[in-house]
Nanobody
Framework: QVQLVESGGGLVQPGGSLRLSCQASGRSLDHYAIAWFRQAPGKEREGVSCISSRDGSLHYEDSVKGRFTMSRDAVKNTIYLQMNSLKPDDTAVYYC????????????????????WGQGTQVTVSS
């Protein structure tokens, strides 16, 4: 079993930056597919970024390309989401997720593809 705990959310002004962290415990994430999702009030949970376990490829949702960067630190067993040039539309609860399939490819990744979830961290972008 993998336990995931997010941190780093908060209130930031438009144009600002935040870095979210997702600390994993229980197992190494080395061969897991990992992803960030977000859910705004009244909206469905949507994918933000994903790292494929099959080939390590990175995928980003179109609206965050060029602004968000996902990375992983294998030593710390932690994944990150660096968010720059934040917009009010980025306001949501952000979740990290993982799945143990070693052949997972992130193309078209969906919440139902992932079996392990953190509790979420709130990001609010407002002036």
């Amino acid at each position: 079993q993998v336990q995931l705990v997010e941190s780093g959310g908060g209130l930031v002004q438009p144009g600002g930056s935040l870095r979210l962290s997702c600390q994993a415990s229980g197992r190494s994430l080395d061969h897991y597919a990992i992803a960030w999702f977000r859910q705004a009030p009244g909206k469905e949970r949507e994918g933000v970024s994903c790292i494929s376990s099959r080939d390590g490829s990175l995928h980003y949702e179109d609206s965050v390309k060029g602004r968000f960067t996902m990375s992983r630190d294998a030593v710390k067993n932690t994944i990150y989401l660096q968010m720059n040039s934040l917009k009010p539309d980025d306001t949501a609860v952000y979740y990290c997720a993982a799945d143990g399939s070693s052949w997972y490819h992130c193309g078209g990744f969906q919440p139902t593809d992932f079996g392990f979830w953190g509790q979420g961290t709130q990001v609010t972008v407002s002036s």
